[in-house]
């Protein structure tokens, strides 16, 4: 099996001198194409850190991060804003829709910031595959969180990225929302073959996952297989 994601020795360190902070200490690991991963730990732990370095919009002090066999970190800014857009879905946990769009806007915005035409069928899949068909000429505010965050992940799923990255996908949803959305992320990572990065600290979420890495203070405490 093919890496998607090799992360090696990052390191990444605020500030300098005595007042710096180590955010994230020589980590390493391996994601491969297809799998399903969920990052888990406490508050302050380094996974948020991890995740933007990751995602490249943040630089790492010292590692690498290689997608898909690209070394992110020796892309120049605007090389970064283009391979995170082909290459990388983000969904965050306030879903940043822009609200004067309509959700198949939102889903679409990808494709068009990168001057590609639309797709109509992978958009109606889409629709299809995150339950609103129905409900696709609807604004943000006429929708629910739940329905916000399906168009999220519609949104990161349009460009067929390497990976999917979703930090905290249900932090802001009731349970049965952040099920619907939780089972959505599952249906992607099979129908698409996505492969699936989940930053979490619910353990709900986690025993889902493939598997699961634990951080603390800036280091991995555990890479397990997730017993289903």
């Known amino acids: 099996m093919m890496s998607i994601l090799q992360v090696k020795d990052l390191t990444k360190i605020y500030g300098e001198g005595p007042t710096s902070v180590v955010a994230l200490n020589g980590v390493s690991f391996r994601v491969d ?20 370095l990751i995602g490249g919009v943040d630089r790492a002090t010292a590692g690498s991060v290689t997608i898909d066999g690209h070394d992110i970190f020796k892309l120049n800014e605007s090389e970064m ?10 969904i965050y946990q306030f879903y940043n829709l822009i ?11 990808p494709r068009l910031i990168d001057n590609r035409k639309p797709d109509a069928d992978k958009l109606r899949s889409i629709l299809e595959t995150i339950g609103l068909s129905d409900r696709a000429k609807h604004l943000p505010s006429e929708l629910s969180g739940g329905q916000q965050q399906r168009v999220s992940i519609g949104r990161a799923l349009i460009n067929d990225p ?3 990255l979703a930090d905290e996908p249900t932090g802001n949803l009731d349970s049965r929302s952040s099920r619907e959305v939780i089972d959505l992320l599952k249906l992607s990572n099979k129908k698409y073959h996505q ?5 979490t ?3 709900n979420i986690a025993i889902q996952a493939d598997r699961i890495l634990i951080i603390s203070d800036g280091n991995i405490l555990r890479d ?3 017993s289903q």
Do not use: W, Y
Not at 37 to 48: E, M, P
Not at 99 to 109: D, H, S, V
């Open 81 to 90: 804003a283009i391979f995170r857009r082909r290459n990388i879905g983000i």
């Open 33 to 52: 194409k297809g799998e399903f991963l969920a990052i888990v730990g406490a508050s302050g732990s380094g996974k948020s850190t991890l995740m933007h």
């Open 99 to 109: 609200p004067t769009l309509t959700a198949e806007e939102n889903i679409m915005l």
């Open 195 to 199: 492969t699936l990065i989940v930053i």
């Open 201 to 203: 600290h619910d353990e």
């Open 162 to 164: 390497a990976i999917i």
């Open 224 to 226: 397990e297989e997730a």
